[in-house]
């Protein structure tokens, strides 16, 4: 079966602060991807990154980038220069040939 | 934003009566997803349809089917309904099955 797993239930961040959200995944496809959304009180639910498995090169989108260590299975996701609108709930997400597993979130708090 | 429309956005009702919600896309995307967003669970994947009238089980599929007889129309039923199901539903969106998927912004359903 496959699994998302987000050890950190609560995060929290000092604002201009740097923070890094865990994520392990277990698949047994050798196709996939890996995501990171962003659930905002609104309860929108807004992609923030994408990884594919075949690419060593981390993804990055501007102050979100990820540490992707694939034989660890492991898909951290580092925001830098932390803002008020970062505070959310954060879900990582395995894409497979036709599904997605994510994991259970990490709600994450900035502090002014 | 991706056209993707849910509706009702909230719904009150009584154990025992049939509950149908319904997801409608602008984007024709073959893929189309049924989630249900609970505290502790993160989302879970109820059905989803790989193209007209081609559907599959997800994780929590029990007590609910759907149909799919058009490309834009993903639609949602609890034959009867029960406490348990009470939930967010969010209905989401894919070109392809390993792509990122777009969100609706959901429906509260609440049973009684």
């Known amino acids: 079966a496959q699994t998302v797993t987000q050890s950190q239930p609560e995060m929290s961040v000092q604002e201009a602060e740097t923070v890094t959200l865990s994520c392990t995944y277990d698949?047994?496809?050798?196709?996939?991807?890996l995501f990171w959304y962003k659930q905002p009180p609104s309860r929108q639910m807004i992609l923030v990154i994408r990884q594919e498995a075949y690419k060593q090169q981390n993804a990055t989108e501007n102050r979100f980038s990820v540490n992707f260590q694939k034989a660890a299975k492991s898909f951290s996701l580092k925001i830098s220069d932390s803002q008020l609108g970062d505070a959310a709930m954060y879900f990582c997400?395995?894409?497979?040939?036709?599904?997605?597993?994510f994991g259970t979130g990490t709600s994450l708090t900035v502090i002014p | 934003d991706a056209g993707i429309t849910q509706s009702p956005r909230h719904k009150v009702t009584e154990t025992g009566t049939p509950v149908t919600l319904r997801c409608h896309q602008t984007?024709?995307?073959?893929?189309m997803y049924w989630y249900r967003q609970d505290p502790g669970h993160g989302l879970r994947l109820i059905h989803y349809s790989y193209g007209v009238k081609d559907t599959d089980k997800g994780e929590v599929s029990d007590g609910y089917s759907v149909s799919r007889s058009k490309t834009e129309d993903f639609l949602l039923t609890l034959e009867s309904a029960t406490s348990s199901q009470t939930s967010v539903y969010f209905c989401?969106?894919?070109?392809?099955?390993?792509?990122?998927?777009?969100f609706g912004d959901g429906t509260r359903l609440s049973i009684l």
């Open positions: 997400a395995n894409g497979g040939r036709n599904q997605f597993y």
């Open positions: 984007e024709n995307h073959r893929y």
């Open positions: 989401a969106i894919a070109d392809r099955g390993n792509q990122p998927q777009h």
């Open positions: 698949t047994s496809e050798s196709d996939y991807y």
